[in-house]
């Protein structure tokens, strides 16, 4: 069974950070591209930042220069280093792992940013 589970997320004030990470089981991580995509109140989902299996990344505008998506295949985990958060950032972020036709999902953790 597949199970992709976020955490890290919390209410923080406007120029703080946060960490969150995803813990993967069930796949073979190193062989998976991932990715932190978010959805706030309205919106649709979008992508954040991905990581290619060869540790590429890219990253949707609004974030480059503040989060930085790494990954630890020995710990099955990626991760998502949130820095100068702007009120903007405030959504349900969701980790996701994808590898040919299959794709998989977390059940998203909440940040909020607002003072």
């Known amino acids: 069974q597949v199970q992709l589970v976020e955490s890290g997320g919390g209410l923080v004030q406007p120029g703080g950070s946060l960490r969150l990470s995803c813990a993967a089981s069930?796949?073979?991580?190193?062989?998976?591209?991932m990715g932190w995509y978010r959805q706030a109140p309205g919106k649709q989902r979008e992508l954040v930042a991905a990581?290619?299996?060869?540790?590429?990344?890219n990253y949707v505008d609004s974030v480059k220069g503040r989060f930085t998506i790494s990954r630890d295949n020995a710990k099955n985990t990626v991760y998502l280093q949130m820095n100068s958060l702007k009120p903007e950032d405030t959504a349900v972020y969701y980790c996701?792992?994808?590898?040919?036709?299959?794709?998989?999902w977390g059940q998203g953790t909440q940040v909020t940013v607002s003072s």
């Open positions: 069930g796949i073979i991580f190193r062989a998976y591209a």
């Open positions: 990581i290619g299996s060869g540790g590429i990344t």
């Open positions: 996701n792992a994808v590898r040919g036709g299959s794709t998989f």
